[in-house]
């Protein structure tokens, strides 16, 4: 999707700070981190969030979870926190699917 903010960054056409990247997901620093580690990993396929996955398109999200595992073994991330916000009232503000993956500082529970 042209109009897409993600997929733009996707193609190239807006720079990002590249972590991983595969024939199914891009991962990137976030541009306004939140952690002292903190970024993004996101299917290549435009998908809205995660109320637009189905059994068609799932295998991406398992194949995210497990490059996220991969990753965080690779940073040495002891511990971590892996969020997808939906929907304007959950703070989703991109609307292409995305896991922020979080780390290094003591978070809290329940999240704001
Ligand atoms: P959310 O608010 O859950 O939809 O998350 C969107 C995230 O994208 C936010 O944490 C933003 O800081 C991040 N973001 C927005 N624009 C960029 C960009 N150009 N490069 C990297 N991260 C971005
Ligand atoms: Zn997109």
């Not at 590249?18 to 981190?33: N, Q, S």
Request: with cysteine; charged share 20%; hydrophobic share 40%.
């Amino acid at each position: 999707m042209s109009d897409c903010l993600f997929c733009r960054i996707i193609s190239g056409e807006i720079p990002s700070k590249k972590v991983y990247e595969d024939e199914v997901c891009y991962a990137f620093y976030d541009i306004d981190p939140q952690a002292p580690v903190h970024f993004l990993v996101i299917p290549k396929e435009h998908i809205q969030s995660v109320s637009q996955v189905s059994e068609a398109n799932a295998a991406a999200v398992g194949h995210i979870f497990a490059v996220i595992a991969r990753l965080a073994g690779e940073l040495g991330l002891e511990s971590y926190r892996v969020v997808s916000n939906i929907g304007d009232q959950a703070g989703q503000s991109v609307h292409h699917l995305h896991f922020h993956v979080l780390s290094g500082r003591d978070m809290t529970w329940p999240p704001g």
